[in-house]
């Protein structure tokens, strides 16, 4: 009977009482009668849960947001303020950066020579090569060589193509690259080294290498077609010459890097930089501000409106985007913009001091980028210092809300939560077994009543028909 409409009056008569009621309960009906309460309770199971993973998701934002404030202050207190910067007078010989302790000033660097990586081969080869992929027929023989430490020996034969070689050089692992390198219709083998200063030492191999173009035959030997030498980098620097094995010098000038890019000379000028201090110090304060943002849209039950033009006051709404019904997330904010606003280091340094200041009104801070410049140009290692006393005192209340690990304010919220919806969704698997356990009874319950419907049915119409034929009779 499932999912089948039977017209039961054209079956068994308009008039059959039996039809009638078979009429009157369908199979679907009978099925959602039976799990109406389960389904009702299975949407407020539903409900429970997308209000526990709404509420979940708003304490791992405001964990994340304490996290990230938590983080730029701590850098701030570490190392994080860098006010020194580097330049140079000649961007094409070299380009420079320094960190916190460079010593300011102006220094004078000539490139002398770059490092540069060995590359050998030409277009000079033993044997035409117009097809990188046909035999070369060469003699039995393996290439060897060393560069940067590592070994190369490749095995080649009368079917070793030009391409194989390459290959089975590319896949040995050492620092150099070969290619099959054109020259008109010629093809021939060139190997650049990926590593500077690095020679490339030939061991084996040297007649299959001049029929390849990496060698040719003189009348005094073999001779390398090397078309650029390893050769480390030297700067000329305060009357040293200095070599290195790269393009990247660090600490010729302390807490300096030079990258070098050409021969030639250039001046390295070493000079404050405190508006990448000024910026870094914004930044930290900017994330605090979107915590308390999000505090106040996940977790407060009211919102300051937009202020009247006339008296200059805020109207207070109701907030509708609220997930988290607890006081704790905006009591430990205001906690904490309470120890910040109120903290002076021994020295009696504070936030105010350095032009940082807290809107009440708002729950924010604001950066005063002019006062804050001064006080470093004024005092940077007192600034540092301070930043740094700072973190030591507020650090563990942060911490305590931030953490991602409990025991922790946020992170029990997410375990509880995340506890209950474990919960629910195994009471939300229970109840869809008990749905189905319905819907299967409802099934077998409606086939009885049918069955017991139809016996009536046609027990009624047998009877009519009976009595029919008997007033039949006796009228005859």
Not at 277 to 292: A, L, M, R, Y
Request: charged share 5%; aromatic share 6%; proline share 2%.
């Amino acid at each position: 009977m499932s999912g089948v409409a039977v017209n039961w009056a054209a079956v068994y008569g308009n008039n059959n009482v039996a039809a009638q009621m078979l009429s009157d309960l369908s199979l679907n009906e009978m099925e959602s009668l039976a799990i109406e309460p389960l389904t009702q309770q299975l949407n407020a199971l539903q409900q429970q849960l997308q209000t526990l993973q709404k509420n979940s998701s708003a304490w791992t934002m405001l964990q994340g947001d304490a996290g990230s404030f938590l983080t730029g202050l701590q850098g701030l207190g570490s190392t994080s303020l860098q006010a020194m910067q580097a330049s140079t007078s000649n961007s094409n010989v070299a380009t420079a950066a320094a960190d916190g302790n460079a010593p300011a000033g102006t220094y004078s660097v000539k490139v002398l020579q770059m490092a540069q990586t060995e590359i050998d081969g030409t277009a000079s080869t033993a044997i035409s090569i117009t097809n990188p992929n046909a035999a070369l027929n060469l003699s039995t023989a393996t290439v060897a060589f060393v560069v940067g430490g590592t070994s190369v020996s490749v095995a080649v034969n009368s079917t070793t193509t030009l391409n194989q070689l390459v290959s089975d050089i590319n896949q040995s692992g050492a620092p150099v690259d070969a290619q099959a390198a054109q020259s008109g219709s010629n093809y021939y083998l060139k190997l650049y080294g990926t590593q500077t200063d690095q020679t490339i030492n030939y061991i084996n191999g040297t007649v299959a290498l001049s029929d390849v173009g990496i060698f040719s035959s003189t009348s005094s030997g073999y001779q390398l077609n090397q078309v650029q030498a390893a050769t480390v980098a030297l700067v000329s620097y305060q009357g040293t010459t200095v070599s290195n094995a790269t393009n990247l010098y660090s600490n010729l000038i302390p807490n300096v890097t030079l990258s070098l890019a050409s021969t030639g000379s250039t001046n390295v000028i070493i000079s404050p930089n405190y508006s990448g201090d000024t910026q870094s110090i914004s930044s930290v304060f900017q994330d605090f501000n979107t915590w308390v943002k999000d505090t106040q849209n996940l977790a407060y039950a009211v919102n300051l409106g937009s202020a009247s033009t006339s008296t200059g006051a805020g109207s207070y709404q109701f907030n509708g985007n609220q997930v988290i019904h607890s006081p704790v997330p905006m009591m430990d904010l205001n906690q904490v913009a309470s120890q910040l606003v109120a903290y002076k280091n021994p020295q009696g340094m504070s936030l105010g001091a350095l032009g940082i200041t807290y809107d009440y009104k708002t729950s924010t801070f604001t950066v005063n980028s002019s006062t804050l410049t001064s006080a470093m140009q004024s005092n940077l290692s007192g600034v540092q210092q301070f930043f740094q006393q700072l973190v030591n005192t507020i650090s563990p209340m942060i911490k305590n809300f931030s953490q991602t690990t409990t025991p922790g304010v946020t992170a029990d919220a997410i375990t509880n939560d995340s506890n209950q919806e474990n919960q629910i969704n195994q009471q939300i698997s229970n109840m869809q077994e008990e749905i189905k356990q319905a819907i299967a009874n409802a099934k077998a319950q409606y086939s009885a009543f049918v069955d017991t419907m139809t016996t009536l049915a046609q027990s009624e119409n047998a009877f009519n028909s009976f009595t029919r034929q008997g007033n039949t009779q006796n009228g005859g």
